[in-house]
């Protein structure tokens, strides 16, 4: 019995997690990775582990809202691209889309700086997607 419960609560977890990446993947956008953000600091890194070159990113918010002023998008040849994003991104909203400039676009890691609220618990999960074309 336990067995079947593990297995049962298992497979609604990728389907939950395949239903939340899917209608993103559909429009080719590439789900690279997430981070929960605390509202009392004011940056946090999302890593990318894939080699893969991106034209375009985006960011999608889950949870709670968050304004964030700047992005700094850190490619694995150590060039570095600075967003001045200044958009507040409401629950489940996305960011517009950047366009990465150049030849060599593979990502390293992505900094977001955004506002922090003092005395504050809240979270909210910051999503990176990319697109290759």
């Keep these: 019995m336990k067995r079947r419960t ?24 590439e789900y690279l990775g997430e981070r929960s953000v605390r509202l009392v600091t004011d940056r946090d890194v999302i890593p990318v ?46 960011s517009r889309v950047i366009d990465l400039p150049g030849r060599d676009r593979s990502i390293r890691y992505v900094t977001l700086i955004y506002r922090s609220r003092p005395g504050s618990n809240e979270r909210a999960i910051v999503k990176l997607y990319g697109k290759t074309r």
Excluded: H
């Excluded at 497979?11 to 239903?19: I, M, P, Q, W």
């Excluded at 949870?63 to 629950?91: A, H």
């Design 49 to 94: 582990r894939t080699g893969k070159q991106f034209a375009r990113i985006k960011l999608e918010v889950k949870e709670t809202g968050i304004q964030i002023f700047n992005m700094t998008v850190t490619l694995r040849n150590g060039r570095t691209i600075d967003v001045p994003l200044r958009q507040y991104i409401s629950k489940n909203q996305q």
């Design 6 to 29: 593990v297995i049962v609560s298992l497979l609604a977890f990728n389907l939950t997690l395949l239903g939340s990446i899917a209608p993103t993947l559909a429009n080719g956008w």
